[in-house]
């Protein structure tokens, strides 16, 4: 669960010249970028710059038709999304995708699903090895909580939930998977002031408890400024050469 | 006019304070059809659920399990091995829709899917009756069609069966998609399809599971239905039974499948005995409709269905 404290030479994500279309529109053209174990790294630009579509190449709901996407040193270019969370890539999305029927409990739960296993017949039973297992993934699942802070809505219905904690619901089923990637997209997008400070807090603390790698597209510099070790600059659909990847947040030690 | 208040007010209820044995019996006949209704029901709200698709070809899949099962008998194999076989049948029946239907139209509208499983029921009508051919068949799994006596109430052994078998399924189903993981993916699925992509939930494999289960449910009722009244092309009528059922328990809940049908199965019954002679009989063929017409008005969205709530 740590970061290693030498990193290794191999950057967790590698993304090489990778282009996307959608019909006529080019959303990315050769885009290569590469994200270092235990930072964060946020991915700005203006609306339209391709940020989503990088972050979907890079989940694999998107597939790029030139250029290649290697995790771990390992070429996953044609992964699909169900892969791509199996090898420890979670997401959260711009238009909150939560299971809006599910209690909150249950949906952070479901990002353990990953995690379960054992027999059918026994889980149905509620008995022996899966009891156990269940209790375990509980008790994580309840850590997270804690730490997120969403303890007394725990057992509320995710979708009759205000934005702001929906946001932070799909956060927690995120880590709930224990995902060596963190990608999230405009993880602050239509929040206040606080909400937005809580945010931060969150996301530099699964960095540095979790050593999760995070990737995020924001639009608030002041926030990008404040939280990220390195920033990435897309316009048009290809990396804007004035902001190459240069240190510049001071303000993290 | 007070005559006709009588009739319809008091005289049935005084039936049946008269012959409480008889109600039971109506009761029970009520039960049985009813818990039949709920399986193919149940059929339907699996596969709503996974994939917000109403599939319309579930009758039809009702009907090409028991002709397969038939066909198989009628060359000569044994009960239990037609089974495994059918329901083997079943089951690639569901991987090869996920590839050939599900997957080239994943992301398409729900309208698109609906007029796929259109297709699709024509299909297997086709393709069933291609195969086995297209008489009226007997099936004939063992169990006499007569009654016995239990307390004075008379019991039909093939209804009871059936309800017993029935009842066995539903529970075993609803176990299996409250507790285990499959069952959690699956909810997961039919809420959000991206969101159960990005956790790690293959689609794929949860549509096929889904179209497998819809597909030995559909066995079940077809042995069940085909045993009473043979198996022919009027099997996948009772898919049309089952849509008051659904109207009635709420298209994405499985205890509304089953308190559904029970509901109706039940209601119509009492309906066609008590009230039947007032209006000349024959109640039970629309009663069904217009209790689910009735609840369109009142609770469109059923006893269980998730409540329409839209945030502006």
């Known amino acids: 669960m740590k970061a290693p404290a030498t990193p290794p030479p191999t950057p967790l994500l590698e993304v090489n010249g990778i282009s996307v279309r959608f019909g006529a529109v080019q959303a990315l053209e050769r885009v290569s970028l590469e ?66 029927g599910m209690s909150v409990l249950d949906n952070i739960m479901t990002g353990r699903l990953l995690k379960m296993r054992g027999s059918f017949l026994l889980e149905a039973l509620y008995w022996g090895p899966a009891m156990k297992q269940e209790l375990e993934h509980r008790a994580f699942v309840e850590r997270i909580i804690d730490f997120l802070e969403i303890q007394a809505i725990r057992k509320a219905s995710a979708g009759k ?74 316009d048009y659909g290809a990396r804007s050469p004035t902001a190459g990847p240069t240190r510049s947040g001071p303000t993290r030690a | ?50 994939s917000g698709v109403f599939n319309f070809a579930q009758g039809v899949m009702v009907l090409f399990a028991a002709l397969t099962l038939v066909g198989l008998i009628e060359r000569g194999a044994p009960l239990v091995v037609a089974l495994a076989l059918t329901m083997a049948v079943m089951v690639a029946l569901a991987f090869a829709i996920e590839r050939v239907v599900l997957r080239p139209l994943v992301n398409q509208e729900q309208i698109i899917l609906f007029m796929a499983t259109i297709g ?73 399809h991206e969101a159960a992509l990005s956790i790690g939930i293959p689609l794929n494999t949860i549509w096929i599971v889904v179209w497998s289960v819809a597909g030995l449910v559909a066995i079940v009722a077809g042995i069940m239905w085909g045993a009473k009244s043979g198996v022919q092309f009027s099997l996948s009528l009772i898919a049309l039974k089952a849509l008051p ?68």
């Not at chain 1, 999230?184 to 960095?207: H, Q, S, T």
């Not at chain 2, 109600?23 to 193919?40: D, F, H, P, R, T």
């Not at chain 2, 009230?275 to 609770?299: D, H, K, Q, S």
């Not at chain 2, 998730?306 to 945030?311: G, H, N, P, V």
């Open chain 1, 35 to 100: 994200i270092r174990r235990g930072e964060i790294v946020a991915i700005i630009g203006p609306n339209g710059a391709g940020k989503t579509t990088l972050l979907n190449v890079v989940s694999g709901f998107y597939h790029p038709y030139e250029g290649q996407i290697l995790f771990e040193g390992r070429d996953r270019t044609e992964l699909r999304p169900y892969d791509v969370a199996a090898l420890g890539v979670a997401r959260t999305f711009q238009n909150v995708a939560l299971f809006k």
């Open chain 2, 245 to 312: 059922v659904l109207i009635l328990g709420g298209f994405t809940s499985v205890p509304g499948a089953i308190v559904g049908g029970l509901i109706i199965g039940t209601g119509e019954k009492l309906a066609e005995v008590y009230w039947g002679p007032l209006v000349g009989g024959a109640i039970e063929n629309w009663f069904a409709y217009m209790l689910a017409l009735a609840f369109l008005l009142v609770r469109p969205q059923g006893l269980f269905g998730e409540k329409i709530i839209e945030r502006i």
């Open chain 2, 120 to 192: 699709l029921n024509f299909f297997l009508e086709g393709f069933g009756e291609f195969v086995w051919g297209s008489d009226v068949k007997k099936l004939d799994v063992g169990i006499p069609d007569t009654s016995f006596m239990a307390w004075g109430v008379q019991v039909n052994r093939l209804e009871l069966t059936a309800a017993i078998t029935a009842a066995v399924l539903v529970a075993i189903m609803a176990v299996f998609f409250q507790r285990t993981r499959v069952g959690r993916a699956l909810r997961a699925v039919a809420d959000d």
């Open chain 2, 1 to 50: 006019m007070l005559e006709l208040l009588h009739a319809v007010l008091v005289a049935p209820f005084k039936d049946m304070a008269g012959s409480p044995t008889f109600l039971v019996e109506v009761l029970i006949g009520g039960l049985a059809a009813g818990l039949m209704y709920s399986l193919v029901a149940l059929g339907f709200v699996l596969i709503y659920k996974a």
């Open chain 1, 161 to 234: 939930l205000p934005y702001g904690l929906q946001k932070r619901v799909e956060l927690a089923r995120a880590l709930a998977a224990e995902p060596k990637l963190l990608l999230l997209d405009e993880p602050m997008a239509g929040m206040n002031v606080e909400e937005k400070e809580d945010m931060c807090r969150f996301i530099l603390g699964v960095n540095d408890e979790f050593g999760t790698t995070i990737a995020l597209i924001e639009h608030d510099m002041s926030v990008v400024m404040d939280i990220s070790d390195r920033v990435i600059a897309l």
